[in-house]
């Protein structure tokens, strides 16, 4: 009889255990899905510019800021949401200059936020999807802080 009562405290042990050990979570962009598409914002001076988010594949996302100019497409910079390993960041590719790096360091099904706080003089970036279909992005900083509210259009 004690065997078998020393087994079955075995076995349960081992289940508890197995419940109480939390995995790992594997981290991907998923979550981000909703920014896939074009969106129109406007700048603080007042101009209209356009995001068109892609995915490229299961680990980048990939951005090209654009406006007119005479309804001539022109285009402004680019940045990409990259999954390196279980870290998620935002790569903001300006032309003739080190790419800067925010890594993820929130990710919900409708927001994300980066942080690096090297970087000025925005430290903080944050996306937020709203019920109206639109997005936020908060950028944050010492000093101040600016939104820009865009619009899908596609």
Request: charged share 20%.
């Amino acid at each position: 009889m004690k065997f078998k009562q020393v087994t079955i405290l075995l076995i349960c042990s081992v289940m508890m255990l197995q419940a109480c050990t939390s995995q790992k979570e594997e981290k991907s962009l998923n979550n981000l899905d909703w920014l896939i598409g074009t969106w129109q914002g406007e700048s603080r001076t007042g101009n209209i510019y356009f995001e068109e988010w892609n995915k490229k594949d299961s680990s980048v996302f990939v951005n090209q800021n654009y406006h007119f100019e005479n309804n001539v497409r022109v285009n402004g910079g680019s940045s990409r949401i990259v999954l390196e390993g279980n870290d998620i960041y935002y790569i903001n590719d300006t032309k003739g200059e080190q790419p800067l790096r925010w890594k993820a360091i929130e990710v919900h099904p409708a927001s994300v936020t980066f942080s690096n706080d090297s970087i000025k003089p925005y430290n903080h970036i944050t996306f937020a999807l709203s019920p109206q279909n639109t997005w936020d992005a908060l950028l944050t900083g010492a000093k101040d802080s600016v939104t820009y509210s865009l619009k899908r259009i596609r």
